[in-house]
């Protein structure tokens, strides 16, 4: 179905295993370049938890600016999220407790506001998600690579849609969007699409 779309809509594209995908998406996140990443079954609630996401480096303290610059048209006092792995919560954050629903405000601990200054509010807190391996494979993949490349396991996560639209549903709804906004790379299950 993927694939169909993506010829439909004369949209260039390379099919990768996964491990090549999740190495492309971190190489792409270190220079910092925004990936929509679409994965498996849409997510229904108020929160994108990593299979309808934008996803960007935190590294960089521009970042926020940039995302909502190029693809979120929003308030420029609005925070963005963060996504962790579950086993690393406690590092990074005041709390080590799980939060798979993105519900919950962590505190960032001192010594990683300046590493992750565009995922740290300026009340130096974090709206953050925790992915294990059970719930989230590919998030959890993805993050593991991240770590592996720099270090750290946070990487920002925000739904994937552009002002006006609601979250992305269909591949076809994806690409379209990754067609129409100011994206870098559009991950849709094994298959990745550049500018």
């Not at 919950?104 to 990683?112: N, S």
């Amino acid at each position: 179905q993927i694939e169909t779309e993506l010829k439909k809509q004369n949209q260039n594209y390379e099919k990768k295993n996964y491990d090549k995908i999740y190495e492309d998406v971190c190489d792409l996140l270190i220079k910092d370049k925004i990936i929509a990443w679409h994965q498996g079954r849409m997510e229904f609630g108020p929160r994108a938890l990593g299979n309808r996401s934008f996803l960007a480096s935190p590294f960089n303290s521009e970042m926020k600016n940039i995302l909502n610059k190029r693809v979120k048209f929003r308030e420029s006092f609005r925070p963005f999220a963060a996504i962790v792995l579950e086993e690393d919560t406690g590092i990074y954050f005041d709390h080590p407790e799980p939060n798979p629903y993105m519900l919950l405000v962590y505190k960032v601990k001192k010594e990683f506001q300046k590493i992750i200054p565009s995922a740290t509010h300026v009340d130096e807190t974090v709206r953050i998600q925790t992915v294990n391996k059970k719930e989230n494979l590919h998030m959890y993949s993805l993050l593991k690579k991240f770590k592996e490349k720099t270090g750290h396991s946070v990487i920002i996560n925000t739904s994937f849609n552009i002002k006006g639209e609601p979250i992305v549903c269909s591949p076809e709804n994806s690409i379209k969007s990754f067609q129409r906004a100011d994206i870098d790379a559009l991950v849709i299950g094994n298959f990745i699409a550049k500018k």
